[in-house]
């Protein structure tokens, strides 16, 4: 067995070692630390694909010159 693998079923049987309520914190905690890594890395995928097209496709940005300009609701 190789050494992350051994570090890998050492937490596992010391989690198990935990109540039960303290186990699911332990998995709760790590599911949304592994979604927000997961948004990350699609986030960052993203970005990377559209780039291209919104450095060069000036119907991408267009309203961006507006973007300080002062907006008044009607009512």
Same mark, same amino acid.
């Given at each position: 067995m ?10 596992i *049987?010391?989690? #198990?070692?935990?109540?039960?309520q303290?186990?699911?914190? =332990?998995? @709760?905690?790590?599911m949304?630390? *592994?979604?927000? #890594?997961?948004d ?6 993203? =970005?990377? @694909?559209?780039y291209e ?7 991408l940005?267009a ?7 002062n ?5």
């Open positions: 190789n050494q992350k693998a051994m570090k890998t079923q050492e937490l *049987l010391e989690i #198990q070692k935990l109540p039960v303290k186990q699911l914190y =332990v998995i @709760e905690r790590s949304r630390f *592994l979604r927000k #890594q997961e990350n890395i699609l986030m960052k995928n993203a =970005v990377s @694909e559209l097209d919104y450095k060069t496709d000036k119907e940005t309203f961006t010159e507006i973007d300080f300009d907006f008044y609701e009607t009512r």
